[in-house]
């Protein structure tokens, strides 16, 4: 062979080499360190959960499609798990971080998640799903971009800020859990936070953000508290929303947003008023006493401090299944793929399933329960989806505890077992949650987005079906049920995995009112589903068991 030959194989071999290189969705590390700190976000120290000394955690930015591997250390006195609400780890539950699908971290070791953010962008958060440790921290703000080749419906903002309001308790999270586990409720919080913060008051407080006269900034803003919804107002400041748990959204303007717990909505506030100081405001909703906090937004040539009157807030539910009925998809706007978002005719696919679920609480044992359906969820020593995976399932729990019918009229019988719901791959479903109660239910499902088609008062019957958006109804992960209310939610099972549909208020969740959704891969193949990871943590009776044959093309 001539040199000339060697030469131009070489360069075909680099050329190819760099192709593979550039080929590859771009990777983010981080390292996180989490400890126990002191923390006084009421004013009364208390234990805290900080990741890399912070409270709360880093914000994670990234991008569509982007590899995040995350190194979590747990320096804590007890195992520890962390959880990416919204992202859909498409195929790939083993990075969900629930104690259904994983290990807790033992204390003094460390894990390493890997999850690619595919074909999602939009406003999320991560948090701590294991104990009571959300109530102590360890949560922070996660963003996905949109692909710079891929148009968003709105100009580049100034800046783009992270929002994290929630409620609050001052006793520590081992106490809160010692309540619960002796069959107390929580009862009410006793504050509300913006990103770790209660604002003093006594001319001492800094600006949370800033900004430029005339210019328009993009505002994430995810209730990531325990039990309360929120609504969020800016003083003297319209909010437009355009995007909402990862789908563009028709692009309307409000003064106030209803923030359910697990919801993240972003907003663009343009810097058009007065130059001084302004205050955002985030309020508890559907409680009787209402508790608040504010913090401050500066302009850059302020010259003045905020007014003293605050917007007010809404009163009642009516006000705020109103404000659901005007969230509408944006049909037009590309996701993070460049075919428009109603390019998926969902309202034109027949139903293959309707699975009715219905809220509720008692006693057991003279211990406070809450569950679905009547069941109510307890964790297993062994994750369910490792039971699953290594087939020893009958070892850990039994598949449809619960019937697709609800509750039976006047049922009162809880029953406490892990949770399990068959589902058969690519079936579309129709989900309705029924709220038999006096309070407002929050759900969310893991590894999905569904249609949120509609919420009405009232019993669902099939009838109601002609009262659901077939057209443009948002695609995301939670929805809120008003008390006596009902709704609805449609989707496709064509994400194979073992994933958690909850109730977002901590309380309940951690009582019992979740279960999980197993979604098999009838082929058990990997162009489904992936196979366990190398160095998957395993525990209970999986552990020391020999590897199942891996799965194929």
């Known amino acids: 062979m001539s040199f000339v030959s060697i030469f131009t194989l070489l360069l075909c071999v680099c050329a190819a080499s760099l192709w593979a290189v550039h080929a590859e969705d771009p990777y983010l590390f981080f390292n996180w360190k989490v400890t126990y700190g002191t923390i006084s976000p009421l004013g009364v120290p208390q234990q805290g959960i900080l990741i890399n000394g912070e409270f709360p955690g880093p914000n994670i930015n990234s991008t569509t499609n982007n590899n995040v591997v995350v190194n979590v250390f747990n320096h804590l006195d007890e195992p520890f798990l962390i959880h990416w609400s919204g992202i859909q780890h498409r195929k790939n539950c083993w990075q969900d971080g629930l104690p259904g699908t994983t290990c807790p971290i033992p204390a003094g070791t460390n894990f390493t998640y890997h999850f690619q953010v595919k074909d999602q962008i939009g406003s999320f958060f991560y948090y701590p799903s294991t104990a009571m440790h959300r109530a102590a921290g360890g949560f922070g703000g996660l963003r996905i971009n949109s692909r710079l080749l891929i148009p968003v419906p709105y100009a580049d903002p100034e800046d783009d800020y992270t929002v994290l309001i929630g409620?609050?308790?001052?006793?520590?999270?081992?106490?809160?859990?010692?309540?619960?586990?002796?069959?107390?409720?929580?009862?009410?919080?006793?504050g509300v936070l913006i990103n770790g913060k209660n604002e003093k008051g006594d001319g001492s407080d800094e600006p949370l953000f800033t900004m430029k006269p005339e210019k328009t900034y993009k505002y994430r803003i995810c209730n990531v508290g325990l039990k309360a919804s929120l609504n969020f107002?800016?003083?003297?400041?319209?909010?437009?929303?355009?995007?909402?748990?990862?789908?563009?959204?028709?692009?309307?303007?409000?003064?106030?947003?209803?923030?359910?717990?697990?919801?993240?909505?972003?907003?663009?506030?343009?810097?058009?008023?007065?130059?001084?100081?302004?205050?955002?405001?985030?309020?508890?909703?559907?409680?009787?006493?209402?508790?608040?906090?504010?913090?401050?937004?500066?302009?850059?040539?302020?010259?003045?401090?905020?007014?003293?009157?605050?917007?007010?807030?809404?009163?009642?539910?009516?006000?705020?299944?109103?404000?659901?009925?005007?969230?509408?998809?944006?049909?037009?706007?590309?996701?993070a793929r460049p075919n428009p978002q109603g390019s998926f005719r969902y309202g034109s696919i027949n139903i293959t399933r309707t699975i009715k679920l219905v809220n509720s609480a008692g006693?057991?044992?003279?211990?406070?329960?809450?569950?679905?359906?009547?069941?109510?969820?307890?964790?297993?020593?062994?994750?369910?989806?490792?039971?699953?995976?290594?087939?020893?399932?009958?070892?850990?729990?039994?598949?449809?505890?619960?019937?697709?019918?609800?509750?039976?009229?006047?049922?009162?019988?809880?029953?406490?077992?892990?949770?399990?719901?068959?589902?058969?791959?690519?079936?579309?479903?129709?989900?309705?949650?029924?709220?038999?109660?006096?309070?407002?239910?929050?759900?969310?499902?893991?590894?999905?987005?569904?249609?949120?088609?509609?919420?009405?008062?009232?019993?669902?019957?099939?009838?109601?079906?002609?009262?659901?958006?077939?057209?443009?109804?948002?695609?995301?992960?939670?929805?809120?049920?008003?008390?006596?209310?009902?709704?609805?939610?449609?989707?496709?099972?064509?994400?194979?995995?073992?994933?958690?549909?909850?109730?977002?208020?901590?309380?309940?969740?951690?009582?019992?009112?979740?279960?999980?959704?197993?979604?098999?891969?009838?082929?058990?193949?990997?162009?489904?589903?992936?196979?366990?990871?190398?160095?998957?943590?395993?525990?209970?009776?999986?552990?020391?068991?020999?590897?199942p044959k891996p799965y194929t093309i």
């Open 167 to 190: 409620d609050w308790y001052s006793k520590s999270h081992t106490t809160l859990k010692q309540f619960l586990d002796s069959g107390r409720t929580l009862a009410r919080p006793d």
């Open 233 to 335: 107002r800016i003083q003297s400041h319209s909010m437009k929303l355009v995007e909402m748990e990862g789908s563009h959204v028709v692009q309307n303007d409000y003064q106030s947003l209803d923030v359910h717990v697990g919801q993240c909505f972003s907003v663009l506030v343009t810097a058009n008023q007065e130059p001084r100081d302004y205050y955002m405001v985030a309020s508890t909703r559907f409680l009787k006493n209402i508790l608040s906090t504010k913090a401050i937004i500066r302009y850059t040539n302020g010259k003045g401090p905020a007014s003293s009157e605050l917007p007010e807030a809404p009163i009642g539910w009516a006000w705020s299944l109103n404000q659901f009925r005007t969230f509408r998809w944006n049909l037009t706007a590309s996701a």
């Open 363 to 547: 006693k057991v044992d003279g211990k406070l329960r809450y569950a679905i359906n009547g069941v109510s969820h307890v964790e297993t020593e062994t994750p369910l989806k490792l039971a699953e995976y290594f087939k020893v399932p009958e070892k850990v729990f039994k598949y449809d505890t619960i019937t697709d019918e609800g509750l039976p009229e006047g049922s009162t019988t809880i029953t406490v077992a892990p949770n399990v719901l068959n589902a058969t791959y690519r079936n579309f479903v129709e989900i309705i949650f029924e709220n038999h109660e006096k309070v407002l239910q929050a759900w969310h499902l893991n590894g999905y987005s569904f249609f949120a088609v509609a919420i009405e008062p009232g019993k669902w019957s099939p009838e109601k079906r002609a009262n659901y958006n077939l057209l443009d109804a948002v695609s995301r992960h939670t929805i809120q049920v008003y008390p006596k209310s009902w709704a609805a939610i449609l989707l496709t099972f064509d994400n194979c995995g073992m994933w958690n549909l909850r109730s977002e208020l901590t309380e309940n969740r951690y009582l019992g009112q979740q279960l999980y959704v197993s979604v098999l891969s009838p082929a058990l193949s990997l162009r489904d589903e992936y196979n366990i990871p190398d160095r998957t943590l395993l525990c209970g009776v999986v552990k020391g068991m020999p590897l």
